[in-house]
């Protein structure tokens, strides 16, 4: 079986707005077993196999449809540690304009501990970067 969708004149990697598998090709049976490694095009383009791993077009199409999930996903979790930082900064400042410390270590266990019961090990690794981007390294 081969398989191939011409691409449009915007799509090539990193155009804008470009959005979908893009160019595909896959070639090989589709009874008998693994199919083949999917075929470089000829202008060298990366296919959407090629870009995933996936074995399949329609492995392909899904895993093309998750990653834009992740992304949109990324970007909110982006978002909100932007937000985090100015929350705690204007913690730091007020504390720190009051005579204290900027940093808290009470509150830090706090922290860790509910990261790492909601995630286990790496939860409290995560919450560590998380108070390091938030009050700087200690
Ligand atoms: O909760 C506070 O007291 C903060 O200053 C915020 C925060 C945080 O980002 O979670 C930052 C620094 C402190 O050491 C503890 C926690």
Redesign the pocket.
Known sequence: MVVLLEPTPSDFPGAPGRQGPGRLSFSGSCRSGAPSEPTRSPDMTATAAEKTGARTEDAADLITGARERIDALDDRIIGLVQE?MAV?AV??QT?IASGGR????S??MD?LSHYRDALGRPGTALAMT??EL??GRV
């Open positions: 985090r705690s913690i730091q504390r900027r940093v808290n270590l509150r830090e922290v998380l108070l938030c009050r």
